[in-house]
């Protein structure tokens, strides 16, 4: 299953605000993918996928680090 397959599955099988954080961040990592999928798949590019993900999703919602959201603690 690829990351857009993923967000397609949360965002169908997992109600309320989570299941569409969940899915935002599956798909940011799809795209992610799409920009970058000539670099090698090491530790370094899935912590960088995962900093893009989140960065990505803290813009679209409005949530920062320490408001006490999935974001921040």
């Not at 109600?15 to 993918?33: E, K, N, P, R, W």
């Not at 995962?50 to 960065?55: G, M, Y």
Request: hydrophobic share 50%; with cysteine; net charge positive.
């Amino acid at each position: 299953m690829t990351f857009f397959g993923l967000a397609r599955a949360v965002s169908n099988k997992i109600g309320g605000t989570s299941g569409a954080i969940y899915a935002l961040l599956f798909f940011f990592a799809a795209d992610f993918i799409v920009h970058h999928s000539s670099q090698f798949v090491g530790i370094k590019f899935w912590c960088e996928l995962l900093k893009f993900s989140v960065k990505k999703l803290s813009d679209y919602s409005g949530a920062q680090l320490g408001d006490r959201t999935m974001i921040g603690e």
